[in-house]
């Protein structure tokens, strides 16, 4: 089993799973066709399916060209506004892709359908896999957008945080050096922490992927993770790990952004004047 990291859009990741004996394929979570069809010619493999994680345009805007482009193709998702959904999954669903052995793993939070696929093959020495979405994040979770903590907690916890530790996470979007600097704001004498983010921004300088991480590495430095711990609940000032995963995410929503460069486009359009009609007050 091969996974090939397809970095798409501003800071997502789309993923395609090899199995090498038969050369076919499945992608994960395909936003952008085109990029995705030219990774498929140049691994010479057959794109048979499409796992979408959650309806969001930038994990399934591209099923519906795909669909139209690969006759035959499946399509495997939990929520009906996935578009070109051809097979609804559900929890502990087993799929099977030649030697590619597929768990689905519903977790609904950030989105009410949000679904996560643990990869492996059986005989194998090579680590599951793990493609996660926007419910586990390297040093970080998803927002929740149709859900709540009691949810992205069992989620973490129970079903995630479940599988085997060394399992390979990849994850939906580039966002470890945010989630780290928050991380360290949370653990700021997390030896861990510090060592990840100077890694991170490493690879970030480099224009280098962060994933995978495994889970055995998350616990260790991803406070989503780690509700437990008395830093955490310290931080938190609460004592119920799903209290402190509450105030966690309200406290990372409003972690200051980094301050971005004005556009110099822009910048000589405001200049000009070019705004100035639709700043106009009425």
């Given at each position: 089993m091969?996974?090939k990291v ?17 050369r ?6 395909a ?5 995705l ?7 010479d493999v057959?794109?048979r ?11 399934a805007r ?19 506004r996935?578009g070109?959904l ?8 087993e799929l099977t892709?030649g030697?590619?052995r ?5 977790t ?12 492996w093959?059986?005989?194998?020495s090579?680590?599951?896999?793990l493609?996660?979405?926007d419910t ?12 709540t903590a009691?949810q ?7 079903i ?8 390979k996470?990849?994850?939906?979007h580039e966002?470890?050096v945010r ?7 949370v653990?700021p004498?997390?030896?861990?922490v510090?060592?990840?983010?100077a890694w ?10 962060t994933v995978p991480?495994?889970l055995q590495?998350e616990?260790l ?6 509700v ?7 931080f ?6 799903v ?8 406290e990372?929503?409003?972690?200051k952004?980094p301050?971005e460069r004005?556009?110099?486009q ?6 000009w004047?070019?705004?100035s009609?639709?700043?106009?007050k009425?």
């Amino acid at each position: 089993m091969k996974v090939k990291v397809i970095s798409v859009l501003e800071d997502n990741y789309m993923y395609l799973v090899i199995e090498e004996s038969t050369r076919d394929a499945v992608a994960v979570d395909a936003a952008v066709p085109k990029r995705l069809l030219e990774i498929v010619r140049k691994e010479d493999v057959v794109l048979r399916a499409i796992l979408t994680t959650h309806h969001h345009w930038d994990h399934a805007r591209g099923n519906e060209e795909l669909a139209r482009l690969c006759p035959g193709l499946r399509v495997y998702g939990a929520d009906e506004r996935i578009g070109a959904l051809t097979h609804k999954v559900t929890h502990d669903q087993e799929l099977t892709f030649g030697a590619i052995r597929v768990r689905c793993l519903f977790t609904p939070c950030h989105t009410s359908g949000h679904m996560c696929y643990f990869m492996w093959e059986d005989g194998s020495s090579d680590a599951p896999a793990l493609f996660s979405g926007d419910t586990l994040f390297v040093g970080g979770c998803g927002k929740f957008f149709e859900g709540t903590a009691e949810q992205m907690y069992n989620n973490l916890t129970q079903i995630l945080g479940a599988l085997p530790k060394e399992t390979k996470v990849f994850c939906g979007h580039e966002c470890t050096v945010r989630n780290l600097k928050f991380a360290l704001k949370v653990e700021p004498e997390n030896e861990i922490v510090k060592k990840k983010l100077a890694w991170a921004k490493q690879r970030d300088d480099e224009d280098l992927p962060t994933v995978p991480s495994t889970l055995q590495e998350e616990f260790l430095y991803n406070p989503f993770l780690r509700v437990t711990e008395e830093p955490l609940q310290k931080f938190t000032g609460k004592t119920d790990p799903v209290e402190v995963l509450r105030t966690l995410r309200t406290e990372k929503d409003n972690f200051k952004k980094p301050k971005e460069r004005p556009n110099p486009q822009a910048m000589l359009a405001f200049d000009w004047g070019l705004f100035s009609p639709f700043l106009e007050k009425k």
